[in-house]
């Protein structure tokens, strides 16, 4: 496995993000049996009220010591509480959709980390991303990984372009199946771990309840659920139970059907209207990030406005203030505030911001 940087393997320092997951593990097995200076390092991020991650802490740990490299757990709760637990909060309390993956990739996993493992000396930063970081002349770019499916670049788009130039992830051309047949040719059990498929402080996906224990002055307060034109259809039971989109539980039935169109905090109302009404041919994005060469005044990508959605043709014109226009050539429905929109130049990633 080539990290594309020049020095022997012996000679380089490699930190490897180790979460207690089946790809992050994967990542530090391939690089120390190529002969690499590994050393892993954990970072503690959950406490109380959130979902606790002792046993993935102690799985990072026993995979650690059995492949014999150096080991270190790094305490980030305070600023992971900071940076990603009360944006989703506060950002549910606006009338947004946040994306606390973007928050936490950009600010703990490739921003505190990668200040971490340069205070350890390392070379490089490697995580278990299903990711592509290729090494040209101009620096790091970040490519979408073999498998599409599951592809993470959309997440990574956020992230400081020096930290970009630091980040290796050596599972870019690697099926799951592949990652998990290395982890138990090691000899490690928790290849049969299961993916984390909700957001990993949220217990269950009951999001709601985690706001109302954290924001407790919060009242989730009744108000009118409306058309774009004002017409009152019902009444909602706290607009952090909406999102853009959502056509199920809104508790106007009898009739058409009915989708989430926006949601307007300081109403306190959700605005729904037909599936058509969801189209959007321009999107604002702010707090712009560039990981290209130099920064256009004016080009043409493909989008991605949600992390599951397919790409979007599209013309993007940057204004100043780190904010850009983005104007959709194909359809798209439902882009919500709050949400990432990633710029993609074929498989690159050029970079991204927040729908505002």
Request: charged share 25%; with cysteine.
């Amino acid at each position: 496995m080539d990290l594309m940087i020049d020095k022997r393997p012996a000679e380089t320092v490699v930190c490897v993000a180790m979460s207690g997951g089946v790809d992050s593990t994967a990542a530090a097995i391939l690089l120390k049996e190529q002969g690499y200076q590994v050393i892993g390092l954990t970072m503690e991020l959950l406490r109380p009220p959130y979902q606790p991650a002792a046993e993935s802490v102690r799985d990072a740990g026993a995979a650690a010591a059995k492949l014999g490299i150096e080991h270190h757990y790094l305490d980030f709760r305070e600023a992971f509480a900071d940076k990603v637990v009360r944006y989703f909060t506060e950002s549910y309390v606006r009338g947004l959709t946040p994306s606390p993956c973007l928050m936490c990739n950009r600010f703990i996993k490739l921003g505190l980390l990668a200040d971490k493992a340069r205070e350890f000396g390392a070379d490089v930063l490697v995580t278990g991303h299903y990711a592509d970081v290729r090494v040209g002349g101009h620096g790091a770019e970040l490519h979408r990984a073999k498998d599409l499916v599951r592809d993470q670049s959309y997440f990574l788009f956020g992230i400081e372009k020096r930290n970009l130039d630091m980040l290796r992830c050596p599972l870019a051309g690697m099926s799951k199946e592949e990652t998990r047949r290395v982890v138990q040719e090691a000899g490690l059990e928790i290849y049969k771990k299961a993916d984390s498929q909700d957001i990993c402080f949220v217990n269950k996906g009951k999001y709601v309840e985690l706001i109302q224990k954290l924001k407790p002055d919060y009242l989730l307060k009744k108000g009118d659920i409306v058309t774009a034109g004002g017409q009152v259809l019902g009444q909602h039971n706290g607009i952090i139970n909406y999102t853009v989109g959502q056509r199920r539980g809104l508790g106007i039935g009898g009739g058409p059907i009915w989708y989430v169109l926006r949601i307007d905090a300081v109403k306190n109302q959700v605005i729904v209207g037909a599936h058509e009404e969801l189209k959007q041919t321009k999107v604002m994005i702010g707090d712009v990030n560039w990981l290209g060469e130099e920064q256009p005044a004016e080009a043409e990508f493909e989008v991605k406005l949600r992390s599951r959605q397919n790409l979007v043709a599209a013309k993007v014109r940057f204004l100043p203030g780190k904010q850009a226009e983005v104007t959709l050539l194909g359809d798209f429905y439902g882009a919500a505030a709050g949400q990432g929109c990633c710029f993609y130049q074929g498989s690159r990633v050029m970079g991204g911001g927040m729908i505002l």
